[in-house]
């Protein structure tokens, strides 16, 4: 009886860790999600403002709409992307579920299940040959990526259309702005801190 009850517990406390990855999942996709498409949004009004209508512009005021552009799809590529790739934990979700109702093949019955979730969900993959959390993982990065570098040509689209429209001491403020805050990012990425 007690290894039986142990055993019950640790399923139980298998699949409770296996909610909890998936939650923490679809947090993380519909944060980038929601993030993106808010950026996406305010770099097509500030295209609509660096725009000008029937003519090229300078330049520089050139170089702010490539880079507001590159953003803009940048931003809504990610957002795209982790809206996609939390179908694809859906799609797990609904095929676990549907497994648990049917009960384990003869094949699952055969393998060795942990009680770690990681190792756990990657046992039952999307597809045969890749665990959705490998999948997830990419996706995810994928999206943080293409976020960040929109970050920077959005900084640099601004920054380029405050030096076309503004007087220079407002475009060397911004710059220095602009720096200092790459060089606090910087910081906080690779400096140790002692908390």
Not at 31 to 38: D, E, K, N
Not at 68 to 94: D, I, K, Y
Not at 100 to 118: C, F, L, M, V, Y
Not at 180 to 192: D, E, H, N
């Amino acid at each position: 009886g007690t290894q039986q009850d142990q055993d019950k517990e640790d399923d139980k406390a298998r699949k409770q860790a296996e909610k909890d990855l998936e939650r923490l999942w679809m947090d993380r996709l519909q944060l980038i999600s929601v993030i993106t498409t808010f950026f996406a949004s305010t770099e097509a009004q500030l295209l609509a403002i660096t725009t000008t209508k029937g003519a090229l512009g300078s330049n520089v005021t050139q170089a702010a709409n490539a880079a507001l552009t590159g953003a803009l799809v940048l931003h809504s590529l990610a957002a795209t992307l982790s809206f996609t790739s939390s179908f694809v934990l859906v799609r797990f979700r609904v095929n676990e579920t549907t497994k648990g109702k049917h009960g384990p093949t003869d094949t699952e019955k055969q393998k060795i299940w942990s009680t770690n979730p990681h190792v756990a969900m990657q046992r039952v993959g999307y597809r045969k040959q890749e665990p959705p959390m490998r999948l997830l993982r990419r996706f995810n990065r994928l999206c943080i990526y293409m976020t960040v570098v929109g970050f920077v040509l959005a900084g640099v689209g601004i920054l380029c259309y405050v030096w076309a429209m503004q007087a220079t001491s407002v475009g060397i403020f911004a710059s220095v702005c602009l720096a200092a805050c790459i060089v606090a990012g910087l910081t906080v990425l690779f400096v140790s801190f002692q908390d």
